[in-house]
């Protein structure tokens, strides 16, 4: 058998092991077994390689803040497990808040951000005591502080535009000017923005946020961002008299899709972010702040496995289908913006070859692929089990009930085996919303 290892540039959880005749293991637990038990569409998350990566992080960054990102994957399990190993959080909803908190999550470790954040749900956030929250636009300043109680300071950060965007598509870059996130270090919206937090004396400002995008690979564009941020962080130094004590980086840290991949390197990450932030701080006479760095999908990303069953084999004209009971309102991101996966099938051998097939899902949508040209044996059939590596992130977040398909169950592998933490949603779920004429 071959067994895959965290340091192989490969998309599968760490503990995974496929075996010649077929078979294929996530933390010990038989991926066949999981499909005939729960049923398929199923997401498999390993409790294992989750807790390896938030270790992996306190590890490299010792001296800095790690908050996991719950955007990329959020359950009363997951909040169980950032709990224990330590790390803080970054929400971005009431309802994200809710799940933390349900799970028992210290609030003073939560940072609540987000570009539109409603007064219900600044409401929520002050209510409750959350540590930190982000401000991303003016309108909020006086919203935020109106909603603070007499004699106690809620702390902020200011989400700042670097100018320095990242990532591996358009749509999830976020670091550069003109688009919804942060405010304008150009037009003058940040250093307003500080001014008027400076002012609110129910407000207390602990420092700068910037998020760069997503999925990124490389840490210069971070060092880039340090040396930008840190001279603001001195500018507001130069004219309120603050040196402000934290700088948050955001997350956006990429991970390996495809076999030959590679990811973010939080070792490179953490010798060019650390060694800059010390340079620039440094050399402008400022307090080195306290780094915070939110990763989200490095952390659950390749933790995740998805299980499909195949429904048709289709030839077309130039193409063979592969239709599975799942598709976009569960995988979306190919259908969003080409993203690629890798997928295998499993639970029998095969000596027929290899070709390339489309995979696709089960929805009214000529949209609805969820691997282009994706390698599988050439006799795959209706019945076989397919598997898709690293949907940790972003999938069970980003599912939809589009067509009324109820959204998969998260299964979690690991020391106790194969247990359920997200239960499948059916028919019943979707009807009990529809409260008829």
Same mark, same amino acid.
């Given at each position: 058998?071959?067994?895959?290892?965290?340091?192989?540039?490969?998309? +599968?959880?760490?503990?995974?092991?496929?075996?010649?005749?077929?078979?294929?293991?996530?933390?010990?637990?038989?991926?066949?077994?999981? /499909?005939?038990?729960?049923?398929?569409?199923?997401?498999?998350?390993?409790?294992?390689?989750?807790?390896?990566?938030?270790?992996?992080? $306190?590890?490299?960054?010792?001296?800095?803040?790690?908050?996991?990102?719950?955007?990329?994957? +959020?359950?009363?399990?997951?909040?169980?497990?950032?709990?224990?190993?330590?790390?803080?959080?970054?929400?971005?909803?009431?309802?994200?808040?809710?799940?933390?908190?349900?799970?028992?999550?210290?609030?003073?470790?939560?940072?609540?951000?987000?570009?539109?954040?409603?007064?219900?749900?600044?409401?929520? /956030?002050?209510?409750?005591?959350?540590?930190? !929250?982000?401000?991303?636009?003016?309108?909020?300043?006086?919203?935020?502080?109106?909603?603070?109680?007499?004699?106690?300071?809620?702390?902020?950060? !200011?989400?700042?535009?670097?100018?320095?965007?990242?990532?591996?598509?358009?749509?999830?870059?976020?670091?550069?000017?003109?688009?919804?996130?942060?405010?304008?270090?150009?037009?003058?919206?940040?250093?307003?923005?500080?001014?008027?937090?400076?002012?609110?004396?129910?407000?207390?400002?602990?420092?700068?946020?910037?998020?760069?995008?997503?999925?990124?690979?490389?840490?210069?564009?971070?060092?880039?961002?340090?040396?930008?941020?840190?001279?603001?962080?001195?500018?507001?130094?130069?004219?309120?008299?603050?040196?402000?004590?934290?700088?948050?980086?955001?997350?956006?840290?990429?991970?390996?899709?495809?076999?030959?991949?590679?990811?973010?390197?939080?070792?490179?990450?953490?010798?060019?972010?650390?060694?800059?932030?010390?340079?620039?701080?440094?050399?402008?006479?400022?307090?080195?702040?306290?780094?915070?760095?939110?990763?989200?999908?490095?952390?659950?990303?390749?933790?995740?496995?998805?299980?499909?069953?195949?429904?048709?084999?289709?030839?077309?004209?130039?193409?063979?289908?592969?239709?599975?009971?799942?598709?976009?309102?569960?995988?979306?991101?190919?259908?969003?913006?080409?993203?690629?996966?890798?997928?295998?099938?499993?639970?029998?051998?095969?000596? /027929?070859?290899?070709?390339?097939?489309?995979?696709?899902?089960?929805?009214?949508?000529?949209?609805?692929?969820?691997?282009?040209?994706?390698?599988?044996?050439?006799? !795959?059939?209706?019945?076989?089990?397919?598997?898709?590596?690293?949907?940790?992130?972003?999938?069970?977040?980003?599912?939809?009930?589009?067509?009324?398909?109820?959204?998969?169950?998260?299964? /979690?592998?690991?020391?106790?085996?194969?247990?359920?933490?997200?239960? $499948?949603?059916?028919?019943?779920?979707?009807?009990?919303?529809?409260?008829?004429?």
């Amino acid at each position: 058998m071959t067994v895959l290892t965290e340091t192989a540039a490969q998309p +599968w959880p760490s503990t995974t092991v496929f075996g010649p005749h077929g078979e294929a293991t996530v933390a010990g637990a038989s991926l066949m077994e999981i /499909a005939n038990r729960f049923g398929t569409p199923a997401y498999v998350i390993d409790e294992t390689a989750v807790r390896d990566r938030c270790r992996a992080y $306190r590890a490299a960054l010792p001296q800095a803040e790690i908050a996991y990102a719950a955007k990329a994957f +959020w359950c009363r399990a997951m909040a169980s497990w950032i709990r224990a190993e330590g790390l803080s959080l970054d929400v971005c909803s009431a309802g994200e808040l809710t799940v933390a908190l349900s799970a028992g999550f210290p609030v003073e470790r939560i940072i609540f951000h987000g570009n539109a954040k409603t007064p219900r749900e600044l409401a929520i /956030a002050v209510n409750e005591g959350v540590g930190r !929250i982000v401000v991303d636009n003016i309108a909020e300043i006086s919203r935020l502080a109106a909603l603070v109680p007499l004699g106690y300071r809620q702390k902020v950060l !200011i989400r700042v535009i670097p100018d320095v965007g990242a990532g591996a598509y358009a749509a999830i870059r976020t670091g550069g000017e003109d688009q919804q996130f942060g405010l304008s270090i150009a037009t003058g919206a940040a250093g307003e923005a500080v001014a008027r937090v400076l002012g609110q004396p129910r407000l207390e400002l602990t420092g700068l946020h910037c998020h760069l995008g997503s999925q990124i690979s490389s840490p210069e564009p971070y060092e880039t961002a340090v040396r930008v941020m840190v001279q603001q962080m001195a500018r507001i130094r130069d004219t309120s008299g603050v040196a402000l004590p934290e700088l948050d980086l955001g997350g956006g840290h990429g991970i390996a899709y495809l076999d030959g991949e590679h990811g973010l390197s939080l070792e490179r990450f953490a010798q060019r972010v650390g060694g800059a932030l010390l340079e620039s701080a440094a050399g402008l006479g400022l307090p080195a702040p306290r780094l915070i760095v939110e990763p989200g999908r490095a952390i659950s990303g390749p933790a995740g496995v998805t299980l499909y069953r195949v429904i048709s084999v289709k030839k077309g004209l130039t193409r063979t289908y592969v239709a599975v009971d799942g598709g976009m309102s569960d995988s979306p991101r190919h259908s969003l913006y080409g993203a690629p996966y890798q997928v295998r099938m499993i639970g029998r051998e095969s000596r /027929a070859g290899t070709r390339g097939f489309h995979v696709v899902g089960h929805h009214c949508e000529a949209g609805d692929v969820l691997v282009e040209d994706a390698s599988l044996p050439a006799d !795959i059939h209706p019945g076989d089990v397919i598997v898709m590596a690293a949907t940790g992130a972003y999938h069970h977040s980003m599912a939809s009930t589009y067509n009324l398909t109820g959204r998969p169950p998260v299964v /979690a592998v690991g020391k106790g085996g194969a247990r359920l933490v997200v239960r $499948r949603e059916g028919p019943e779920d979707l009807m009990r919303r529809d409260v008829g004429l």
